[in-house]
């Protein structure tokens, strides 16, 4: 007996030669056969609770959003559920066809995946064999496997041989695996039958499970092409929302992926509706009025030529810092990004105004970012002022340049001692007690600020 993997997985099978019809075809149904692990091991634990109970209650929702699809029927087999498993016995043919194809029958299956309790082992292969005989004859179908496992084949047999017997009978197979905290080489066990999907958590089993069902369900494919400024669809790791047109409805979140032929990634969604896709760059792109062709390899084009842009403080070498920057496009008043010193960013190729909360506030205009470049900011290091009031009272702060006085920042009227940073440079204190009630009592000081260093002022 081979001893097999314990991760959680699904792997999906469509097999019929209509795959390229869409699912909203009025001449063709899509049949779904469903076949659900109830071996031993699903009883281990995984995220909050056992594995068994979140994979019901994904089938459940999965059940509940299928009821409302027309033209479609789906069935279920299980396998590993009839028969305990004992040390040096198991019984791989523990599969059986628990509710047959036949329409509106989703509270059928909600009902026998409620009773089930694991008990044996996981022939996956024999469950896919069988499972072939379970689509009744019938013309004009999308007929569709999807497994739901936590482990790979236990019983020495081939599920990939399985999948090689269907090809030869000119069945068309077409799998979709999604390993549940799962490393990569077992993933590569189902390589010979097609696609691996890493879930690592429950919530994203489910968005990989919703990304195979929509496969299954229309079979309709897109690329999104962002383009640098050359026009070449290199951009990418950005990520994508796709908003229903008609009701404003965020349908799909993604995050851009090129492939190992960097390439942009296939991605599998409802054609039923009219996107706006608004790619998260700084600032934001939209295409618009996306619409699918279903049943086909679709292609949505967008310009997001990209730059980054670095702001450093000259000799801190720490990845924190107190320094804001607000970025926003040159002229405009809106602000795009709050971006903190020491730190890069990503922003569309052209012209932005900066300006750096530090005290005093540093202000660059026409900044350029440029395709595929880093714009490298420099500011020097702050240093310390440290005050001391003889009492409480109004305090202010200005640059000391004679011709044109910046004022910096007031001081907090409730306190005596003050410590604050300021840029490198010379400046005046202005200072009235608030126990004087004339302006004759006006105190002012000069004093400069050096990089990483304290200067102590005491009035």
Known sequence: ????????????????????????????????????????????????DRKIEVAKKLMYETMD???????????????????????????????????????DNFSKIKTKISSLEPKGTTPIARSLLQAGDDFPPRE??????????????????????VAKMLREKGIEVRPYVIGIAMDMESLKDFKCIGKAYDAMTEESFKSVMKVVMSEALNNTTLQVKLN?????????????????KKSGKIMYTFMHTLDNYQKPDTLTI?????????????????????????????????????????????????AYTDISCVIKQKGEGKTLNSQRMNSIDKYLVGRYDIEILSLPRIIMKDVKIDQSKTKRIEIPQSGKLSASFPSFGQAAIFTADKKEREWVCNLNNESLDHLISLQPGNYIMVYRPDRKK???YTVTKEFRIATNATTSVVL
């Open 1 to 48: 007996m081979r001893l097999f993997h314990k991760q959680f997985l699904t792997l999906a099978l469509i097999l019929c030669a209509g795959l390229g019809l869409s699912q909203s075809s009025a001449k063709t149904t899509t049949r779904i056969l469903f076949i659900f692990d109830g071996s031993n091991s699903m009883f281990g634990e995984w995220q909050s």
């Open 65 to 103: 959003q299928l009821k409302e699809i027309p033209n479609l029927e789906v069935a279920l087999r299980m396998y590993g559920h009839q028969t305990k498993i004992r040390p040096g016995q198991q019984d791989c043919n523990d599969t059986k066809l628990e509710v047959p194809f036949a329409k």
């Open 140 to 161: 004009n179908c999308r007929d569709v496997i999807i497994l739901v496992t936590d482990g790979i084949e236990a019983c020495d047999e081939d599920p990939c041989a």
């Open 228 to 244: 640098n400024i050359k026009k070449q669809p290199k951009e990418t790791d950005v990520t994508m929302s796709f908003k229903d």
């Open 270 to 318: 409802s054609p039923l509706y009219t996107y706006d896709i608004i790619v998260h760059t700084t600032p934001e792109v939209t295409i618009e009025d996306v619409k699918l062709t279903p049943g086909e390899h679709n292609i949505a084009i967008g310009d997001a030529p990209q730059g980054k842009l670095e702001l450093r403080i000259m000799g801190a070498y720490t």
């Open 438 to 440: 004339t302006s004759a």
